[in-house]
């Protein structure tokens, strides 16, 4: 039993997959979940499922509901944050094709390149306003965020909040529950792996089977070109299996985002076709919003959320595949005050990294390490609300191709963007 707050409720993704993952759990019976919103229509409609679900089940959970997050956070457990600013998909699309009009190339415009600054821009002040209150409200709680771009939006938080507990959860490791059974023809429970690096931008370390074993990374690595070849979204991913003899837990679609040199390989017709389809569900179109509640978050897209709550409540001491935290030097080749994404491990106290230092590659760490400056400098610029830092972050990422443009483009976009970037000055 617990108190969980849900920050972004009102969306039918978020809110009423987490929901549905929540009443599956035999732990959190009983429990508290608040949710809050800022957007009262679908606010309203989330909790109007519920509440059905719950009377249609006979389920035992009590539920609120609120527009204002400092009436949701007073005892709370577990603050979950899944938001997004504005009409997300218009936005997006000025993130992605505005640098491509100044001859800036790159490929998909979410996370990194400087797409991912402007997004990180607009959504890291809201969500540290969220942290504030968070530690003047119930300080001891654990925060999961699950918004995007998960290491920028980590990396502030770290600095400005950093006696916060705070870890992010992506589910693009998940990828490697579908892939590898099929690759080696063994279930996924009889292996044993260890992915790492940053968020979207990581990959397959090792695998063993516990069963024989038998180290089988090798014979993973022998057969995976074959069983990728000719698969949508996997230009560069080929390129970093040939290149740096390791399998990228992400497409191209997020993977391109971090490398100079993408944009000659990566699959652009399937990058496309991921969007269009992505935004189709999101928006709506796919949703039914209950049957969304009843079955969670499916195996392609689960978040793990529910697990790691059990794994502290009943201090499972079980392992996570994936956590996103400060890097404490569980991967020694980047700096301590990155965000990183490593196995972890769950008991009472919370959620620790597991070190993947001896098997992180040299040339993958100095890939990851390209992106440090970055980081740090978009980071601060949102903190401090500057146009300069922010310039400078889009002048230090890897992927700017022009230093004549650059300026230009950021004051477009802000220009465009006012109500959300108006703050940088």
């Not at 699950?146 to 992506?170: D, E, F, Q, R, W």
């Not at 389809?277 to 949703?287: A, R, S």
């Not at 740090?376 to 002048?395: D, N, Y």
Request: aromatic share 8%.
């Amino acid at each position: 039993m617990a108190k969980i707050v849900l920050i972004g409720a009102g969306s039918a993704m978020f809110g009423l997959g987490a929901l549905g993952d929540i009443f599956k759990s035999k732990t959190l019976i009983g429990s508290e979940i608040a949710l809050v919103d800022i957007n009262k229509e679908a606010l309203e409609n989330v909790e109007t499922v519920t509440r059905k679900y719950i009377k249609d089940n006979g389920l035992d959970y009590r539920i609120t509901a609120t527009t204002d997050r400092t009436k949701a956070l007073p005892g709370a457990d577990f603050v979950l944050i899944s938001i997004e600013i504005g009409n997300r998909y218009e936005l997006w699309e000025m993130d992605w094709n505005f640098p491509l009009h100044f001859g800036i190339k790159q490929t998909y415009g979410e996370n990194g390149g400087p797409g991912g600054i402007f997004h990180s821009l607009r959504i890291i002040p809201p969500i540290l306003a969220i942290c504030g209150d968070i530690e003047a409200l119930c300080p001891d709680c654990l925060v999961m965020n699950l918004s995007n771009p998960m290491t920028n939006i980590m990396t502030a938080i770290s600095k400005k909040y950093p006696k916060l507990h705070v870890i992010g959860l992506c589910h693009e490791v998940s990828s490697m529950l579908t892939h590898l059974p099929k690759i080696l023809q063994v279930p996924f429970e009889d292996l044993d792996i260890r992915c790492g690096g940053f968020n979207h931008f990581s990959v397959l370390l090792s695998a063993k089977n516990n069963k024989t074993g038998e180290d089988v990374f090798n014979e993973i690595m022998h057969k995976a070109p074959a069983y990728f070849a000719g698969t949508e979204e996997r230009g560069l991913f080929l390129e970093i299996m040939k290149y740096f003899k390791r399998i990228p837990i992400t497409t191209d679609s997020h993977f391109s985002e971090y490398i100079h040199w993408s944009q000659e390989v990566a699959d652009h017709a399937g990058i496309m076709n991921f969007y269009t389809n992505y935004k189709k569900e999101c928006l709506g179109h796919q949703v039914d919003m209950y049957d969304r509640l009843q079955s969670g978050t499916m195996p392609e897209e689960y978040w793990r959320v529910v697990p790691i709550i059990e794994g502290i409540l009943n201090n499972t001491g079980h392992e996570e595949l994936a956590v996103n935290i400060i890097n404490n030097g569980y991967i020694s080749s980047l700096p301590e005050d990155m965000i990183v994404e490593v196995p972890g491990f769950v008991d009472k106290e919370g959620v620790r990294g597991i070190n993947i230092d001896q098997i992180m590659p040299l040339g993958f760490s100095n890939l990851l390490m390209n992106r440090v400056g970055v980081l740090r400098t978009c980071a601060e610029a949102a903190i401090q609300g500057s146009r300069e830092l922010a310039l400078q972050a889009l002048l230090i990422d890897p992927t700017n191709n022009s230093i004549l443009q650059t300026e230009k483009l950021l004051d477009t976009i802000i220009l465009h963007q006012k109500k959300y970037l108006g703050y940088l000055k």
